[in-house]
C-alpha cells in the first residue's frame, strides 16, 4: 500500500548538509502552520514555536556556547548544519504531556517538509545548554514564555546531501498479540 504520506514517511531521513537556498515566507508560513496544526493533549496548545532564520546573529550566538560548553572555542561547524530555517519547540514545564506534544509537533513539521521537497534534521542537542545556567537570558531572548523551557528544534531547508533513512530490526521491536 501506498500514498503520499506514507511515501514522505518512508523517505524522509535526517539532511545534515543544506544549500544556501532560503526558504520563501509562504514556505516558512506553511511550515508554521503545520507546526500549529499539530495535536496536544486536551488541546492544551501548550508549545511555543521560535522561528529563526539561519543567518540570525542569536542562533550564532547559541552555536558559539554550544560549542564552547563543549570546549571547542572557534567552532568551523554548527550544530543546525547551516540550515537556512531553524525552529525551536518550547512548551509549558510540568503538564505531563509536554514532551509528547513536542515531538508530534516536530514530526509534523519533519514530514511536512519532505512533502515539500526540503530536508530537515531534528535537533535536541542544543537541549543542556537552553535549559542549563543561560536559560532565563536565552528564554528572554527566544521570547519563550515564562513556565516554558526548550523541548526540541528542527533544521530545515534545500537538500544538500542525502542519506538513506536509518533501518531497523522489526523482530526485536514490535511484538503482535491477536
Ligand atoms: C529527539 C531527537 C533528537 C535529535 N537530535 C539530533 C541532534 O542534535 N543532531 C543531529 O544531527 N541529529 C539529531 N537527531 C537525528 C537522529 O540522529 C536521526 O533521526 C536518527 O539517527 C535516525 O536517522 P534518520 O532521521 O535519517 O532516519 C535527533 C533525533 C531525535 C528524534
Aim: hydrophobic share 40%; charged share 20%.
Amino acid at each position: 500500500m501506498s500514498n503520499a504520506v506514507l511515501q514522505n514517511i518512508k523517505e524522509r531521513s535526517s539532511t545534515r548538509a543544506y544549500t544556501t537556498q532560503p526558504l520563501t515566507k509562504e514556505q516558512i508560513q506553511t511550515l508554521v502552520e503545520v507546526a500549529l496544526q499539530a495535536p496536544t493533549a486536551r488541546n492544551d496548545q501548550e508549545l511555543f514555536f521560535t522561528v529563526m532564520n539561519g543567518n540570525s546573529a542569536l542562533l550564532q550566538e547559541i552555536n558559539a556556547d554550544f560549542y564552547a560548553s563543549r570546549g571547542v572555542a572557534n567552532p568551523t561547524a554548527n550544530f543546525y548544519y547551516s540550515a537556512p530555517l531553524v525552529i525551536l519547540i518550547s512548551a509549558r514545564e510540568n503538564y505531563t504531556f509536554e514532551d509528547v506534544d513536542a515531538g508530534i509537533a516536530v514530526e509534523n513539521l519533519a514530514l511536512a517538509s519532505e512533502s515539500m521537497g526540503l530536508g530537515n534534521v531534528i535537533i535536541g542537542c542544543i537541549k543542556a545548554l537552553l535549559n542549563g545556567d543561560k536559560k532565563a537570558e536565552y528564554d528572554a531572548k527566544l521570547g519563550i514564555p515564562e513556565g516554558y523551557s526548550f523541548k526540541i528544534a528542527i533544521a530545515i531547508g534545500y537538500k544538500g546531501a542525502s542519506k538513506v533513512p536509518h533501518e531497523y530490526n522489526e523482530a526485536t521491536l514490535v511484538k503482535y498479540i491477536d
